[in-house]
């Protein structure tokens, strides 16, 4: 069951699915390119490297050239998308702590918890208290 602190639902369920599509074409362009490779390792010399081989390898580099390039924009396209969504999400809960100032420990809207190595007394060379 859902808490008060966690984001709206659908937001998450789009970025999962995003992410899920985003690694499945990932997938797919590793296995055709590993699958291109590995068909040129044994048609290389089945076909005596000739100028028919040559030709396809070419064609076959441009093709996977051409879909890598494609994936990568896809890949960073998701990652705009992913960042568009985080920020609309902590404006969600920023509008719920306006309504609500009491409602940010719920969210977990706190500012950043220092580290220990962040203490000036643990840089300088002192022992933490």
Same mark, same amino acid.
């Given at each position: 069951?859902? &808490?008060? $602190? =966690?984001?709206?639902?659908? /937001?998450?369920?789009?970025? #999962?699915? %995003?992410? #899920? *599509? ?5 997938? #797919?362009?590793?296995?055709? &390119?590993? !699958?291109?490779?590995? @068909?040129?390792?044994? !048609?290389?010399?089945?076909? /005596?490297? /000739?100028? %028919? ?9 441009? %093709?996977?050239?051409? $879909?890598?390039?494609?994936? #990568?924009?896809?890949?960073? +396209?998701? /990652?705009? *998308?992913?960042?568009? @969504?985080?920020?609309?999400? +902590? ?6 702590? =306006?309504?609500?100032?009491? !409602?940010? !420990? ?14 000036? =007394?643990?840089? =300088?060379?002192?022992? $933490?208290?």
């Amino acid at each position: 069951m859902p &808490t008060r $602190a =966690d984001p709206p639902l659908p /937001s998450v369920a789009v970025r #999962s699915q %995003t992410w #899920s *599509e985003v690694m499945g074409r990932i997938a #797919s362009h590793l296995m055709f &390119t590993s !699958a291109s490779l590995l @068909f040129l390792a044994l !048609a290389g010399p089945a076909m /005596s490297f /000739s100028g %028919t081989f040559r030709l396809l390898a070419i064609l076959l580099g441009l %093709t996977l050239l051409v $879909a890598g390039t494609l994936t #990568s924009f896809r890949v960073h +396209n998701a /990652s705009q *998308e992913d960042y568009m @969504f985080i920020k609309g999400m +902590n404006r969600l809960r920023a509008g719920y702590i =306006d309504i609500d100032p009491h !409602a940010g !420990a719920v969210l977990h809207h706190r500012p950043p918890r220092r580290r220990a190595w962040d203490r000036p =007394d643990v840089r =300088d060379g002192g022992t $933490a208290p």
